[in-house]
Antibody, heavy 119, light 110 residues
């Protein structure tokens, strides 16, 4: 079945870096836009980053712009989120999500990976 | 990129209907018919309920419906059931390849 599985979360000190991965299966990974969405403890969902199906277009939330990058490896059916200069405000569960065909909604989500930024 | 405005909580009894509003601006909800709604049970992955303001993916009960007027979108849940108790989020495309979510609404089934 269609599935997304995130990994790479953990505990990291402020100012350090971390790379998250999201492996897709059950669908043609290279034909869908992909996103990262996060949820800080006790807070709501926050859109973080988007990458087009072909990797040609991306954008980021203002809160992470200039610190995070998003990329994909079609050969590995994998989406990445490189997070640099992490701060405590980046502590959250990070979800990857697949875009609905031809649309702007997120129809498949992973279970999330937890990032904790703490000294 | 300000979050869309949702009520923090709503409640209803089994069998009743509830409506959750989602207010944005001319730059997001008001400009695009790309509002979506998600149900989120704690500890689980969010679940898409409505796309493109009114479209219901296969498998989503027709008790869930969406609408939009101006800068405000709405999700209506009719025939409330106990399992509908969850957090609900709206989201909108906001132009230049950016998206925005609402702050979330906690639905309590009394």
């Amino acid at each position: 079945q269609v599935q997304l599985v995130e990994s790479g979360g953990g505990v990291v000190q402020p100012g350090r870096s971390l790379r998250l991965s999201c492996v897709g299966s059950g669908f043609t990974f290279g034909t869908y836009g992909m996103h990262w969405v996060r949820q800080a403890p006790g807070k709501g969902l926050e859109w973080v980053a988007a990458l087009s199906f072909d990797g040609a277009r991306d954008n980021f939330a203002r809160s992470v712009k200039g610190r995070f990058t998003i990329s994909r490896d079609k050969s590995k059916n994998t989406l990445y989120l490189q997070m640099n200069s992490l701060s405590v405000e980046d502590t959250a569960v990070y979800y990857c999500a697949k875009v609905l065909a031809g649309g702007y909604a997120f129809d498949v989500w992973g279970q999330g990976t937890t990032v904790t930024v703490s000294s | 990129q300000s979050a869309l405005t949702q009520p923090r909580s709503v409640s209803g009894s089994p069998g009743q209907s509830v409506t959750i509003s989602c207010t944005g601006t001319d730059s997001d909800v008001g400009s695009y018919n790309y509002v979506s709604w998600y149900q989120h049970h704690a500890g689980k992955a969010p679940n898409l309920l409505i796309s493109d303001v009114t479209k219901r993916p296969s498998g989503v009960p027709n008790r869930f419906s969406g609408s939009k007027s101006g800068n405000t979108a709405s999700l209506t849940i009719s025939g409330l059931q106990a399992e509908d108790e969850a957090d609900y989020y709206c989201s909108s495309y906001a132009g230049i390849y950016t998206w925005v979510f609402g702050g979330g609404t906690k639905l309590t089934v009394l």
